[in-house]
């Protein structure tokens, strides 16, 4: 469904469309209509000894509502979280996108067409994740952050997601690997 228009170093442009959901799905009385963005990906920053890497990436929705009226926001269920280091797993221990509320999304939403020139840190300012794993001496972190964008051209209203991913490694010889997946997007209602 994603139609890929550009893959420039660490951050993604794709316009997808936002679609409504199902007649038959469940709708809260206060809300008028629900819309499915479908943000679908796997997203990971990767060490494979002391230092940092830090990834920065971006999706944008063409939508058919103003993003700025949004009532209600849900991050799918079905996002997870995995931290790898050495031979060691760590899931879900630092924050999920579905512990995202309405208010994250509203108070992280900024009026801006984003582009591959943009500084992309600027636009994902609330840190949703964050673990820290020691051994001995070694020590393991990993963030993540998430923002939202927003414009109106050609009579289109336009929304866009960024994602910054990152891992830290200090005094370790071992790969550190942090991994999002997006599961199947978010759902807005209005």
């Known amino acids: 469904m994603k139609n890929l228009l550009s893959l420039i170093g660490t951050s993604v442009l794709g316009i997808t469309a936002a679609s409504p959901l199902a007649a038959n799905s469940i709708i809260k009385d206060s809300v008028k209509s629900q819309y499915n963005v479908p943000l679908e990906d796997t997203i990971s920053a990767s060490k494979s000894a002391s230092g940092y890497e830090h990834n ?46 309405l208010s994250n999304f509203k108070s992280n939403l900024f009026n801006k067409k984003l582009t591959d020139s943009d500084d992309l840190s600027n636009y994902r300012p609330y840190k949703f994740n964050y673990q820290k794993q020691t051994d001995g001496w070694a020590t393991c972190e990993s963030m993540a952050w998430i923002g939202f964008t927003y414009y109106y051209e050609n009579s289109s209203y336009y ?32």
């Open 56 to 101: 920065d990436y971006y999706w944008t929705f063409k939508v058919d509502f103003n993003p700025t009226k949004v009532q209600s926001f849900s991050w799918s269920s079905s996002s997870s979280d995995s931290l790898h280091w050495g031979g060691d797993q760590h899931t879900n221990n630092g924050g999920l996108l579905s512990d995202l509320s």
């Open 159 to 190: 929304l866009q997601v960024v994602i910054g991913i990152q891992v830290d490694v200090r005094a370790s010889f071992s790969t550190a690997n942090h991994t999002i997946n997006t599961g199947s997007g978010f759902i807005v209602g209005l």
